[in-house]
């Protein structure tokens, strides 16, 4: 598995592009659908699945419009709800939102796409549904665990002591995993239990 990132959106979101033999996952597209296409299109594979960690529009504006190109959506009905109630945040950022209806729902546990494995982690406190995606050593966590820092919890959903459990069940993770984000840069999670300021091992 090659993992691509762009940078996309209004906010800076990281969009990630899963680069398998045959076919490409994205995880949280968040605008420019044309400009993710066009890198799916450079490795000459289709994107077969969209993978959401939670239900803000600046991590699946584009899920639409990949979805009317056969990818299959998938993403926490906690987090559709609040889509469903008005909480994507698009009005609150004088946005617009490309409204969706996933394919499926999906709650922790393992879930096998195309013959590949994903772990689907339950880490609410950002929103009420947030989830992580686990796939060999990668986590990818939306807005939940960043580089030195840590997710809010003030918005619709959010709850900062859930936040926190969530963080600490990362860190409960045996062994070391590369971390990506929902927006800024990389880590780890080995470097995160030592330094994180925000929530500690």
Same mark, same amino acid.
């Given at each position: 598995m090659q993992v691509e990132r762009l940078v996309l959106g209004e906010l800076g979101t990281n969009v990630y592009l899963l680069v398998f033999d045959k076919e490409i996952f994205v995880i949280d597209p968040a605008d420019e659908a044309e400009t993710i296409k066009g890198v799916a299109a450079r490795y000459g594979k289709r994107i077969s699945y969209v993978l959401l960690t939670h239900g803000h529009f600046d991590h699946c504006n584009a899920a639409a419009h990949l979805q009317s190109d056969g990818a299959k959506v998938l993403m926490s009905k906690t987090d559709y709800e609040m889509i469903e109630n008005g909480f994507d945040l698009a009005k609150f950022c004088n946005e617009h939102f490309n409204s969706f209806k996933p394919d499926m729902f999906i709650e922790e546990g393992e879930i096998t796409l195309n013959g590949q494995s994903v772990y689907v982690l339950a880490t609410p406190g950002h929103t009420a549904g947030s !989830?992580? +995606?686990?796939? %060999? @050593?990668?986590?990818?966590? =939306? @807005?939940? !665990?960043?580089?030195?820092?840590?997710g809010r919890s @003030?918005? $619709?959903? /959010?709850? #900062?002591? %859930?936040?926190?459990?969530?963080? #600490? #069940? !990362? +860190? @409960? !993770?045996? =062994?070391? +995993?590369?971390? +990506? $984000? /929902?927006? /800024? /840069?990389l880590t780890d999670l080995e470097f995160e239990r030592k330094n994180n300021p925000y929530v500690k091992a």
């Open positions: !989830l992580t +995606y686990i796939m %060999q @050593d990668n986590i990818f966590c =939306g @807005d939940t !665990l960043f580089y030195l820092s840590v @003030d918005l $619709p959903t /959010g709850n #900062k002591r %859930q936040l926190t459990e969530s963080i #600490k #069940k !990362l +860190y @409960d !993770l045996s =062994g070391n +995993y590369n971390v +990506y $984000p /929902g927006h /800024g /840069g």
